[in-house]
């Protein structure tokens, strides 16, 4: 499945569950932020080509930027929602 395909699943599954307005659209520029990396630095276009070493060095590039730690479990608990 393509990335861009989840992305759209994702945002419907964060409108069912009622997120807010705001919340949603930080939650999307956030999966777009990823999708791009995988896509341009991992050359990673569909889900089934993600693994954990793709989503730990994404991590590891946004704490590098500065990204703080709770920012970063915010985003491995939104996954599982």
Known sequence: MLLE???AEYMYHCEAKGFTPKMRLNKRQEY???MKYLIDKRAVSEL?????HELRAY????QKGGLQPQGIVSMYII???
């Open 5 to 7: 395909d989840i992305l």
């Open 32 to 34: 777009k932020q990823l």
């Open 48 to 52: 089934e080509g993600i693994t954990v």
């Open 59 to 62: 991590f590891r590039l946004k």
């Open 79 to 81: 996954q599982g929602s």
